[in-house]
């Protein structure tokens, strides 16, 4: 396997960013606002932009995608955990694609 100078430059450029973004991440930290609505915002970030991949992914899955987003929604509410959410909507896919071929 050979690389070429190319590949090894976008490569070293694509950690130099992810490290970059991290460090940049700690560095602000401090300056984010502890209270407030902002920080309200922020803290809800994660899950809005979770959810924004996920939505898409489930909606061009079909009827079985829909199925294991609404068995995961099902799950997290009557549960609180996340990893029995996940495992009840991957599970309920797989069934669905094993069974049905969907």
């Not at 987003?69 to 549960?79: E, G, P, Q, R």
Request: net charge positive.
């Amino acid at each position: 396997m050979t690389f070429t100078p190319e590949a090894i430059l976008t490569i070293l450029g694509m950690a130099v960013v992810t490290y970059g973004m991290r460090l940049g991440g700690l560095l602000m930290a401090d300056r984010l606002p502890q209270s407030g609505r902002w920080a309200h915002v922020l803290e809800r970030l994660p899950g809005a932009v979770l959810i924004s991949v996920w939505v898409p992914s489930a909606l061009s899955s079909g009827a079985i995608g829909i199925a294991g987003a609404v068995a995961t929604l099902v799950a997290m509410v009557a549960t609180r955990n996340l990893f029995a959410a996940m495992i009840a909507g991957m599970g309920l896919v797989a069934l669905g694609r094993y069974f049905i071929g969907a």
